[in-house]
């Protein structure tokens, strides 16, 4: 009977080991996505305030233009720490003109357009003359493997993004 019992223990061990073991490997998990996403978020907040200070980084000139999308764009992977590609949109919104500009990263994710500013347009505020104010938006985008889901044998990416959205002065 004493033999059967440890046989038994060997068992139900086996299968608290497997629980506790994919609950770590969960936890873990959802912390790095966590962690991605903090930096994304921290990014792109910085990044759409320097776009709104056009009056003081660019002569007072509102509308955007590819140059300045390569300058976000290195300044982005700057500030976003390893050599992980990043997808890369900005918008703007400016008297009723509506532009996107997409990053040109090498094996870059494409950022989902979901969020577009396109659906914002509500958001942009008037002074009491009638005058709209721009907008802008930054949206980052990272592919990051997903621990738990190759620990249960799918080797799908999944996404993160990241997007910051702030009138123009």
Known sequence: MVNNQRGVFAIEMSFVLFFIVALMVF?????FKLFNRV??????????????ERTRFYNKRFELNQRDIDDIQILASRLLSGNRPFGLRVESLHKGVFK?????VNQAPVCRIDDSLKLKKELVPQNLAG?????YQVTLCYQVDSWFEQFFGNT??????????????
Not at 39 to 52: F, H, P, Q
Not at 131 to 135: E, G, I, M, T, V
Not at 156 to 169: A, C, N, P, Y
């Open 27 to 31: 936890t873990g998990d959802i912390a």
């Open 131 to 135: 005058k709209s104010f721009p907008l």
């Open 100 to 104: 996107t500009f997409i990053g040109d």
């Open 39 to 52: 930096a994304l978020d921290r990014v792109s907040y910085s990044l759409v305030n320097i776009i709104k």
């Open 156 to 169: 799908e990416q999944s996404h993160l993004q990241s997007t910051s959205v702030i009138v123009g002065r």
